[in-house]
């Protein structure tokens, strides 16, 4: 087991408006989630002397412009002032889980003792992959001519591999965007709050990339998300209940690239982290209470699910079945609704859910007795992270 | 059937590692990168050999067999230079010779729901300019 287990904790969480488009900038949504978290914490924003984020915008073909697409740390920095910080770092090969790992480091080197992570996300104007130009250059040469364009069919094609080897239908997939959206309903900062999704509302979306129909793709959004990161000292004498961090693990497979449609490529990506985050924290799946699963496609979810270990390869859209995902069932999943309710805000708040979960500060979806609680932020392919946090530490 | 006829594909822009692979497209010849050391093929090009860390590669053609690995069914039209083409079958295939090296690709001169995971294709080339010609796949025959 990690000889630090339990010595870093998830403080404040904070939220902005999230919403399809905004009138402001990205960079006011950012400051917004990051004063939130810092006032959750019962902290001053002197206080905070550590900043993480990862800053990419996934839509392609629109300019990168510091504040209004992405919020480095740069920018926050301008923003903030803050008059005691020590440390910052922004990360590339983990996306924002790589961020929260990267802080923990920090905290237990003792360069920093307040440390705040953000994820902000932009949604351009017009159409989100404006795939630019006449010409196919580095990786894109051998996808992009074939109308290769987004990310959604490169998951599509991965996800035909998986139905088809297994002999299952998307049918099954309604159930997790149904039951997520149920959970959405008790989560008041998500785009689709107040707007329920039936089973037949999923059948009659219209398709995207087969076998992805509308309502296996998260809703691209401006918005943003941030904790507080601290010492377990620090944190147990703050405002809220912390959730204690058992463990992490980060993917540790990567296939060339613009290799596209690999399904080894999704499981080994999950399973290394996931391998980590148990040895790490001595739990293993059966200790799970409830469960975060990035859900960027859906997808993602049946991939997280066999890589992680907690059903076999081939079984995971049966085990999601019969209300096993519910908030009383054996696996709560994505409890705040995933990005499927939320909107696109990468696996930050798949973190914070995690974290609250632990804490027991979910609010009206708190899942009784939930002691250990399992994320898996990102999509395992390219950049997936794991966690688990825990109530109390053991 | 989809017609492909309106559609502007990008155009390739071959670099260091993949040249041989376009010249060899352009005479109508399916060349994949080899190991010369393992004999691993691997697709797309990559400075070394991914499998033993060898920087003795070379194309080496290949029959132009294949198994359609996955696909998907393009229906979104958010990509205006596609549009006209949706529904369309994208297909990821895996060459006989090269286990495991897979080649994007559309599944042209058939339905789209023709695309099934381990249905036999076999190349064929699509030519976009002096410069570049396509590889693309159709039904088995
Ligand atoms: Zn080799």
New binding site residues.
Partial sequence: MWENRCKIVVSGVGYSKVSRMADIPLAAHALEAVKGAVADSGLEMSDIDGLATYPELPATGHAEIDGISVVSVNCMMAMLKLPNLTWHIQVGTTNIGGAVQQATNALLAGVCKYAVVWRAMHNPRGTYQNLPGAQAAGATQFTAPYGFGGPGQGMAVAYTRWLEKNNQTRDKMATLAVTQRKHTQHNPHAYFHGTPLTREDYFASRMVAHPFCLFDCDIPVQGAVAIVLTTADRGRDLKPKPAYLAGYGQRLHFETAGRIGSLSSYMEGGSSSAKLTWERSGFTPKDVDVAQIYDGFSASVIYGLESYGFCKEGEALDFIQDGRIELDGDLPLNTFGGSLGTGRIHGLWHIIEGALQASGRAGSRQVKDANVSFVGASAPIVTGTTFIFVSEPY | MSDWSKVTRPIPVPNEWTRPFWDSAKLNVLAMQR?Q????FQHPPYAT?V????VDLKFEPVKGGGTIYAYTIMYHTGDKRFASAVPYASIVVEMDEAPGALMAGNLLEAEYTEAKVGRRVEVIFEKLNDDITLPQFRLAR
């Fill in positions: 190991c050391s393992c004999r691993h050999c499998q033993c860390m060898s």
